[in-house]
């Protein structure tokens, strides 16, 4: 049964990297050329406005994790009815959840757009922004209303559909780039109305396929009190702490334009996309083993649980330091290669998020224990705290004069203080994890760490900034990280079976070379 789990979790990584592969790429070149056509100031713009969108609707992420963990949960205990009033009850709770932000961002967020932000934006400028803030509107409640349907995708495992449906979605993009190129009309307009249309579109192409093949997912008016207590008393926790995140990531955004302009929030939204490209290998190994690690603890096997967490903890770290450390040595020719133009505080920007979510990776893998117990509240009250200390902080080192620089430094304090400190004593106390089982993840990630950094730094320092140079950094950086890892960062049973594993490939390509 456990090998069985685990290709499955090895089949679903991979068929998300080559989801991520494909949808990177496009991003990447697509990023570009909207640049190009929108410029620095109106790319800034749209990020600005869709950070006020953002304010209201984090939210969503913490009633997501609620719906996707107790959607997972009732697939592992095989009780089709009470999965079947989960998923409706869960369904109602979102459509209600997109009314109210709705309200909220027709009002509040459109006086703040009016009174607040209008003297950061041009007034020539003025009408294509609320053009683009109401196009988001309607972006973020398609993607409220769709949330239970995709974790249902992923509760059932069923990770090539997102393959297929990226390789539509990134297609589609591909030609709004050259759309917005060809066209005579207002290009941040343009830009979010075709946006637009592909959420809208691939919301209901997710919905026809849930409907279609998961017989829970055809929606009834249920709104069973039991379970929408239960999603309540799980979720209300995650709601407020993902409302407290997304005032530190959008209202920073929408502060920092106040105090520095558009053109500063696009050398962020530039340095994040660096990242995030990089997180998502990541975030796909985690997609593809929480639902594992949830199912087993369903299930009551604890330990098999326990195990699953650290072992996909210490390779998600691995998997973010790979790729994390190439891109803090070469960023600023990355970032010239990628962009031709580069706005002012990217380079540091890109450096320092990618630092910060080094930290991030045990924050968010620790965050797993809890969620599989349903036991989030102590979690959302330390976490939250730390995190609302963020934005005032930022907010009087903005008002001092100071960089924006300061805002990363911020993040990179907040990720250590999460996922070092909070996360590790929350899932000791409440989840039956010792500090002996988390030394097992801390020290091979710090050995690997210390290990892997002289050579790339050396060979960064002596090879000139072309793309030989380039590439050579990236290739020397990958074999160091790699080999330290082999060696250092995984157990002698496992570099036995990876080891075991190549002979049996290269004796399969010797002998059909024979």
């Not at 095989?78 to 409706?88: P, R, V």
């Amino acid at each position: 049964m456990t090998q069985s789990n685990n290709k499955t979790i090895a089949k679903n990584t991979l068929v998300l990297y080559l989801r991520m592969l494909v949808t990177m790429l496009v991003a990447l070149y697509t990023s570009r050329i909207v640049l190009q056509v929108l410029g620095v100031d109106d790319f800034g713009l749209y990020a600005t406005v869709g950070s006020i969108v953002g304010i209201f609707a984090s939210v969503n992420i913490g009633l997501a994790n609620g719906s996707s963990r107790f959607l997972t949960f009732e697939l592992g205990t095989g009780n089709f009815e009470k999965l079947k009033k989960t998923f409706s009850t869960v369904l109602n709770i979102h459509i209600l959840l997109a009314i109210v932000i709705v309200v909220l961002a027709e009002t509040v967020g459109l006086w703040f757009v009016y009174h607040k932000l209008s003297a950061s934006i041009p007034s020539d400028r003025m009408n294509a922004a609320l053009w683009a803030y109401q196009l988001l509107i309607l972006t973020a409640i398609t993607s409220i209303i769709q949330v239970p349907y995709n974790a249902s995708i992923i509760s059932h495992e069923k990770m090539t559909v997102f393959a297929y449906a990226s390789i539509i979605e990134v297609s589609a993009k591909l030609g709004i780039v050259f759309l917005l190129q060809l066209s005579s009309m207002d290009k941040l307009i343009l830009y979010a109305i075709l946006l637009c249309f592909v959420q809208v579109a691939m919301a209901l192409f997710y919905r026809f396929y849930c409907v279609s093949k998961f017989k829970e997912a055809r929606y009834e008016f249920i709104l069973d009190r039991k379970i929408m207590k239960s999603v309540a008393g799980f979720s209300g926790w995650s709601l407020f702490v993902n409302w407290i995140a997304g005032v530190n990531g959008n209202a920073t955004t929408v502060i920092t334009t106040m105090f520095f302009g558009p053109a500063v929030v696009a050398a962020r939204v530039f340095a994040g996309q660096v990242n995030m490209a990089a997180n998502q290998f990541v975030q796909n190994f985690r997609t593809a083993a929480n639902p594992q690690i949830v199912k087993k603890y369903a299930a009551e096997d604890y330990n098999g649980s326990k195990q699953l967490l650290l072992d996909s903890t210490k390779l998600s770290f691995y998997l973010m330091f790979l790729l994390g450390l190439p891109i803090i040595l070469v960023a600023e020719p990355l970032l010239q290669l990628w962009l031709g133009q580069v706005p002012e505080y990217s380079v540091i920007f890109l450096q320092l998020v990618i630092v910060q979510s080094l930290f991030g990776v045990f924050d968010v893998s620790f965050f797993t224990p809890l969620y599989a117990k349903g036991r989030i509240k102590e979690n959302a009250l330390i976490g939250s705290f730390i995190s609302l200390i963020q934005f005032p902080i930022v907010y009087l080192l903005f008002k001092a004069g100071h960089s924006p620089v300061v805002l990363s430094y911020a993040g990179i304090i907040v990720s250590v203080a999460l996922g070092l400190i909070a996360k590790p004593v929350l899932i000791c106390k409440i989840a039956d994890y010792t500090f002996r089982d988390l030394l097992k993840v801390f020290i091979p990630c710090l050995k690997v760490s210390l290990l892997s950094i002289p050579i790339p730094l050396v060979a960064h320092y002596y090879l000139s900034d072309n793309i030989i140079g380039f590439l050579g950094v990236c290739f020397i950086s990958a074999i160091t990280v790699l080999s330290i890892i082999y060696f250092f960062g995984i157990e002698a049973e496992m570099r036995s079976k990876i080891l075991l594993l190549v002979k049996e490939k290269w004796n399969g390509l010797t002998k059909k070379t024979h």
